[in-house]
Structure formats: structure tokens, C-alpha cells
């Protein structure tokens, strides 16, 4: 099992910044796909930004382009979302996505592992 842990929610003001990190613990053997979504009261969870690794590419939401970054520390196996620029409707809360492959007992196997969800407000 590949537990995930987000950490770097908080209060911010509109036109403030803030990175959420999302840590994965396991025996990881690769990471295939990384993604943040997030999910405001009312509103379906929606995805905000996503990294496949073979084919390189970067999706953002039409939202939060130019504003948001998503970035992944290989070696620590863990996934960023650098936010700039916030404002009022990016408040939600935040959910990592990491799919790969680990080791279960000897076995390497297929994961899709979920952060806890983090709370990101934004508001004067």
C-alpha cells in the first residue's frame, strides 16, 4: 500500500501564494502519473493539474493556468503544486494523485493512491 501525505494548506490573502507538497511512502517502484485536484463545497472534484511521465506532458485546468505548477522531486517521491496569483474561487480543498508501481510483499503491482485532502482558503 502507498500511503500519501499532503502537508502546506493554510489562509491566504487574493494575489498570495502557497505549495502543497504531497509526500509518498511505500516501497515505490515507479511513478507513471502524478495530478492535484480539489473540490469546493457543492461542486464536484475536479482535476487541476496532472503529469503522465512517458509522454511528458503538463495538462492545467483553463482556471488556474499560468498561476499553478505542478513539479515532482523523484528522488523524495514527492509531488508539488506551487500556487501564485490566488484568488477567491481557488479555495477548496486540495487532493493529490499518484499512480505507479511499488512493491507489494515481492510483487511489483499497479497503485492509484489519494492524499488526505488539504484545505486551501483564500480570502481578504
Known amino acids: 500500500q502507498v500511503q500519501l501525505v499532503e502537508s502546506g494548506g493554510g489562509s491566504v490573502q487574493p494575489g498570495g501564494f502557497l505549495r502543497l507538497s504531497c509526500a509518498a511512502y511505500?516501497?515505490?517502484?515507479?511513478?507513471?502519473?502524478i495530478g492535484w485536484y480539489r473540490q469546493s463545497p457543492g461542486k464536484e472534484r475536479e482535476l487541476v493539474a496532472a503529469?503522465?511521465?512517458?509522454?511528458?506532458?503538463?495538462n492545467y485546468a483553463d482556471s488556474v493556468k499560468g498561476r499553478f505548477t505542478i513539479s515532482r522531486d523523484n528522488a523524495k517521491n514527492t509531488v508539488y503544486l506551487q500556487m501564485s496569483s490566488l484568488r477567491p474561487e481557488d479555495t477548496a480543498v486540495y487532493y493529490c494523485n499518484i499512480v505507479g508501481y511499488a512493491l507489494f510483499y515481492g510483487s511489483k503491482r499497479d497503485f492509484n493512491s489519494w492524499g488526505q485532502g488539504t484545505q486551501v482558503t483564500v480570502s481578504s
Open positions: 503529469d503522465v511521465t512517458s509522454s511528458g506532458n503538463t
Open positions: 511505500g516501497s515505490i517502484f515507479s511513478i507513471t502519473a
